[in-house]
C-alpha cells in the first residue's frame, strides 16, 4: 500500500471518528430537548368561555403564551396548549387527556373546575395541577392560586366616583358567587370613599347575569342601568361581560363625545372593546379604565417555578395590588381620578385601607 493511499484512508478514518461523535453529540442533545420539553409543558383546561373570552381565560392564555416565548417552547404537545371545555361536561375529559399527552403541568380556570382538578391530581400523583380562582388542601400535587380583586375594584369603584356625571353608576355581576362578591364589594366601598371625598351622594345599582355566558342578558341588564341615568358601569361577568360593551356602543353612537358613557373593564385590559364612532363621526373610546386580575402573572410565574424544578404543590398563593398580582389601568381617567387611585393604592398595600371581602347588606 502506497504512502498516499495510507493517507486517504487515515484522513478517512479521521472524518468517520469525527462523524460519529458528532452524531452522537447531536443525538444527545435532541433527546435532552425532546425530555425538557415534556418535563416543562403545561397545559390549560379553560372554562367553557375559551381563550377568546377578551376576559379570564384569555388573561391566563397570555401568561402562557409568555412562558413559551421565555423557554422557546412551542404551541402543541410538548409544549404549552389549551383544551377548551364547551361545559362542565368536558372538564373531567380535558383534564384526562391533557395528563394521557403528557403534560407536566396542567391548569384549571376558575372555580368550577376545582373538583375536575381534585380527581385529576389523585389520579395522577406524578404530575403538577394548578387551580386558579379557588383552594385545594391536602394534596401535595395541587397548587391554588387566588386574586385579592377587591383592592383593584376598590380602585375602580373610585374611577367611576370621580367620572359620574349623573351620581348613578351600575354593577353587572355574572353568577353570585364569593369570587364576584369581591368583585362587588370592593367596587362599592372605593365608589363610597371617593363620594365622600368628592362631597357627592352616588348611587350603585347592582343586578347579576346568573352566568358568564349570557351576552344578550348582560346588554340587557346595562339598557335598562343606561336608561336610569347610571353614567359608568362595572361589569364583572367574564363572557358575558361583552354585552355590556355591545349595549354601550350602540347608545354612545347615537349621541356626541361628551354626553358618552362608560364601562370599567374586567380581567384584561378591555380598551380595544370600547372603540366606536360618536354622532357626528368623531372616533372615541367608552372603556373609562380596566380593572386587572393578573392570571397571566400567576400562569406565567407558576410555570416557571415548576420549570426550575419548585412547582409549589400543596400551597395557596395569594396575588394581591402588591406585586401587580392585581392592578388598574389609567385607560381614560382624568389626572384628578389617576391621583386618588395612586394614593388609595399607597394605602391598601400599606394597610391604612382595608378592603371589605363581600358586600354589605
Keep these: ?67 413559551g416565548k421565555e423557554h422557546d417552547l412551542k404551541q402543541g404537545k410538548g409544549g404549552y396548549q389549551y383544551f377548551q371545555s364547551s361545559s362542565a361536561a368536558d372538564y373531567t375529559p380535558n383534564f384526562n387527556q391533557a395528563a394521557s399527552a403528557g403534560y407536566q403541568t396542567i391548569f384549571g380556570v376558575g372555580y368550577m373546575l376545582a373538583d375536575p382538578v381534585k380527581a385529576a391530581a389523585k389520579k395522577n400523583p406524578k404530575k403538577n395541577f394548578v387551580i386558579i380562582d379557588s383552594v385545594v388542601n391536602g394534596q401535595k400535587n395541587v397548587a391554588s392560586a387566588t386574586f385579592e380583586s377587591n383592592q383593584a375594584s376598590y380602585l375602580g369603584g373610585l374611577a367611576a366616583a370621580y367620572t359620574t356625571k349623573t351620581n348613578k353608576v351600575g354593577f353587572i355581576g355574572g353568577a353570585k358567587s364569593q369570587i364576584i362578591d369581591l368583585f362587588e364589594a370592593g367596587f362599592k366601598q372605593g365608589v363610597a370613599a371617593g363620594a365622600k371625598a368628592l362631597h357627592k351622594k352616588i348611587t350603585v345599582q347592582t343586578q347579576y347575569i346568573g352566568n358568564f355566558t349570557s351576552t344578550d342578558k348582560a346588554k340587557s341588564i346595562a339598557q335598562s342601568m343606561y336608561a336610569d341615568k347610571a353614567d359608568v358601569i362595572y361589569q364583572a361577568a367574564g363572557n358575558a361581560g361583552n354585552g355590556v360593551f355591545q349595549e354601550a356602543k350602540d347608545y354612545n353612537q347615537t349621541r356626541p363625545v361628551k354626553d358618552k358613557v362608560w364601562v370599567i373593564g374586567v380581567d384584561v385590559d378591555q380598551s380595544n372593546l370600547g372603540k366606536y364612532t360618536a354622532k357626528g363621526g368623531q372616533k372615541s373610546n367608552f372603556t373609562l379604565t380596566s380593572v386587572l386580575k393578573g392570571l397571566n402573572v400567576a400562569t406565567k410565574n407558576i410555570a416557571n417555578d415548576a420549570y426550575k424544578g419548585k412547582f409549589p404543590g400543596g400551597k395557596h398563593l395569594v396575588y394581591s395590588l402588591k406585586g401587580n398580582g392585581v392592578s388598574i389601568t389609567k385607560g381614560n381617567l382624568d389626572a384628578k381620578a389617576w391621583t386618588a387611585i395612586q394614593k388609595a393604592r399607597t394605602q391598601i398595600i400599606n394597610g391604612k385601607i382595608k378592603v371589605a371581602t363581600s358586600p354589605s347588606k
Excluded: P, R
Design 1 to 67: 500500500m502506497n504512502t498516499k493511499f495510507k493517507k486517504i484512508l487515515s484522513f478517512g478514518a479521521i472524518l468517520a471518528s469525527v462523524g460519529i461523535a458528532l452524531s452522537a453529540c447531536s443525538g444527545k442533545k435532541q433527546d435532552t430537548a425532546g425530555s425538557k420539553s415534556s418535563k416543562h409543558s403545561i397545559a390549560l383546561i379553560t372554562d367553557s368561555n375559551g381563550v377568546d373570552d377578551h376576559s379570564f381565560n384569555q388573561a391566563a392564555w397570555e401568561g402562557f403564551k409568555a412562558y
